[in-house]
């Protein structure tokens, strides 16, 4: 059972950047592929990053492409979402998730394990 925790949220003005982690204990991310979620309040959960096991891959929605960076580090269990040049419309509850997936997927139902979410806001 992989428990994971998200941290680095916080208020940043619009421009500005933060770094989420994401820590995953009970389990090793070796083999799992990870994704990033937002959630703003009224609207449905969304991917915005998504990482294969080995990080060769990555996905991005059109939002947040050319801002947004997944990164992982498996030998510390460790996922990160770099976010630049924020914006207001960026503010939302962010999600780390896990799935057992052998590819990338980039649907919440594909995702088994679930952080408790990090809020970031963006002031403009």
């Known amino acids: 059972q992989v428990q994971l925790v998200e941290s680095g949220g916080g208020l940043v003005q619009a421009g500005g950047s933060l770094r989420l982690s994401c820590a995953a204990s009970?389990?090793?991310?070796?083999?799992?592929?990870m994704g990033w979620f937002r959630q703003a309040p009224g609207k449905e959960r969304e991917v915005v990053a998504a990482?294969?096991?080995?990080?060769?891959?990555?996905y991005y929605p059109d939002s947040v492409k050319g801002r947004f960076t997944i990164s992982r580090d498996n030998a510390k269990n460790m996922v990160y979402l770099q976010m630049n040049s924020l914006r207001p419309e960026d503010t939302a509850v962010y999600y780390c998730?896990?799935?057992?997936?052998?590819?990338?997927?980039?649907?919440?139902?594909?995702?088994?394990?679930w952080g408790q979410g990090t809020q970031v806001t963006v002031s403009s």
């Open positions: 009970g389990g090793t991310l070796r083999s799992i592929v």
């Open positions: 998730a896990a799935s057992t997936s052998n590819y990338i997927v980039t649907m919440t139902p594909d995702y088994g394990y």
């Open positions: 990482i294969s096991w080995s990080g060769s891959n990555t």
